[in-house]
């Protein structure tokens, strides 16, 4: 049977002002807001050449914090797409990724985390999540067992 697989490009962005950073003055969003990261329209805030939406790609708009789905679009785009499996991988691995995982977990969805294709700032943040939480909320893999799994079902 022929899966149909989409991609989906999340960034995250801020205003200037950092008015719409949900938590600016605690944690990584404070230093976010500190240090002025992720400003809307400048290059920290830009999906890199290689990984440029091409089309039929689904883009999530309205990301401001550290999960993928509150404010954003995302929930709906899997819904209306009919997607039920997420597979995730990024930056930070014990913030971002984690966070994203378990609400994509709690919402329902098959959640697939590619272990090698995550970074954290530090490498016992990343194994505490990989080895810890990852098993609990989803399905820990690397992207070569991803990507051998996914063959193996087409």
């Not at 938590?23 to 805030?45: Q, V």
């Not at 509150?70 to 991988?89: A, F, M, Q, R, Y």
């Amino acid at each position: 049977s022929h899966k149909q697989w989409y991609q989906r490009r999340v960034r995250v962005s801020f205003k200037e002002d950092m008015t719409d950073n949900p938590n600016k003055g605690l944690g990584i969003l404070k230093g976010c807001s500190d240090d002025k990261l992720f400003l809307a329209e400048t290059w920290n805030s830009k999906i890199c050449d290689e990984m440029t939406p091409a089309e039929g790609d689904l883009v999530v708009s309205g990301k401001r914090g550290l999960d993928a789905f509150p404010g954003t679009d995302l929930e709906e785009l899997l819904v209306s797409n009919k997607i039920t499996t997420v597979v995730l991988g990024g930056f930070l691995t014990n913030c971002c990724v984690e966070s994203t995982m378990r609400t994509a977990y709690e919402k329902g969805f098959n959640v697939v985390t590619l272990t090698d294709c995550c970074a954290g700032t530090s490498m016992e943040g990343h194994s505490a999540a990989t080895a810890g939480t990852f098993g609990m909320f989803s399905q820990p893999m690397t992207k070569d067992e991803f990507v051998a799994k996914f063959q193996n079902e087409s």
